[in-house]
């Protein structure tokens, strides 16, 4: 039986992974990787056949048990964690070591292409060490605004951002969790391939208040700031030092960029449409409007 190994399964893409996962390849053994097992046990109640094991990013002496008799890591960048050298060189060495051949890096749209990123890095050591790979290379995504932007918008209706007039490509989690999913269930078909998942829209900020506006039927605003201040405001709010930065130029770069590329792989990959922007903030009314929602 195949063993497939998910980081960040507790998080947005891995929920979505998992549960994609475990609906399309019953014949697999499905193993989330995790710093806390009985936290993420209470997150997948419903799924009796999921594997857990002990892993920590930041804990190289939990790497081995972790990666022992793996088939396929689907490997993910907590947003915290931007130090390659320090903690994805170790992890990728040791789960070449212990027999890991396929990795599946969950990177971004672009990645190829900007190297102040970890991504960029991330995916050149993975190829230099040999792996067998594929990279998924998501747009951004539409739960950034019930995510990172949602105490702002609950708050106060707005969006702040340093991203002027630069246009997004926005995509649902939901997709790239099945995505991902088709993805490594057929890993031999699509290995050493990247794949860009998009959605069909390429909106700006200001467009998207006002779809926020008109789908909601309140009014939403945006608001510029220069980087700078974006920065010092996360830093305010609490925002890890590495976080804040890599906020700061996934949303200031785009200025300078030409907008980005809309692909029809997640079309091909799965016979479906992805979600648009105005389903998406329909589907997610209840927990952008009202504050003290508990999920
Ligand atoms: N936001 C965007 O628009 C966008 C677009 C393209 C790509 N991306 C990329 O997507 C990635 C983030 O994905 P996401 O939104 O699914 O992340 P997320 O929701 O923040 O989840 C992070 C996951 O990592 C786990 N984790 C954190 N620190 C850990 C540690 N020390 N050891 C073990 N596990 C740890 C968390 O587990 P716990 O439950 O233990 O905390 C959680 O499962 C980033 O690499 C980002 O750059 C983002």
Redesign the pocket.
């Known amino acids: 039986m195949k063993r497939i190994l998910i980081?960040?399964?507790?998080?947005?893409?891995?929920?979505?992974l998992v549960h994609y996962l475990c609906e399309l390849d019953n014949g697999s053994e499905i193993i989330v990787?995790?710093?806390?097992v009985e936290?993420?046990k209470e997150?997948f109640p419903n799924l009796s056949g999921l594997s857990f094991r002990l892993?920590?990013?930041?804990?190289q002496n939990?790497f081995d048990t972790a990666f022992k008799d793996i088939d396929i890591l689907f490997l993910?960048?907590?947003?915290?964690?931007s130090e390659v050298d320090k903690y994805f060189q170790p992890l990728l060495k040791s789960a070449k070591n212990n027999g890991i051949e396929k990795v599946v890096f969950?990177?971004?749209?672009g990645a190829e292409k900007s190297k102040v990123?970890?991504?960029n890095r991330i995916e050149r050591l993975i190829k230099s060490i040999g792996f067998k790979y594929i990279f998924v290379?998501?747009?951004?995504?539409m739960?950034?605004l019930t995510?990172?932007l949602l105490p702002e918008l609950q708050k106060n209706q707005t969006i702040t951002l340093p991203s002027g007039q630069a246009k997004?490509n926005w995509?649902d989690?939901k997709n790239?969790g099945e995505v991902s999913a088709v993805l490594i269930k057929s890993f031999e078909k699509h290995k050493n391939k990247a794949y860009e998942i998009t959605g069909t829209e390429n909106k700006n900020f200001q467009e998207v208040s006002e779809i926020l506006s008109e789908t909601i039927g309140s009014k939403f605003n945006f608001k510029s700031i220069n980087p700078i201040s974006f920065y010092f405001k996360k830093r305010k709010d609490g925002i890890e030092n590495g976080f804040a930065i890599?906020m700061t130029i996934?949303h200031f770069l785009p200025r300078f960029q030409k907008e980005p590329e809309i692909s029809d792989n997640f079309n091909k990959l799965t016979g479906k449409k992805p979600t648009t922007l105005k389903e998406f903030i329909n589907r997610e009314k209840d927990r952008i409007t009202t504050p003290q929602a508990v999920y």
Request: charged share 20%; proline share 8%; glycine share 6%.
């Open positions: 980081t960040g399964a507790t998080g947005n893409i891995g929920t979505e990787a995790v710093r806390n936290r993420a997150k892993f920590d990013f930041e804990e939990s993910l960048r907590p947003p915290h964690i969950l990177s971004v749209q990123i970890p991504h290379r998501p747009s951004y995504f739960q950034n995510t990172t997004f995509i989690l790239i890599v996934l």
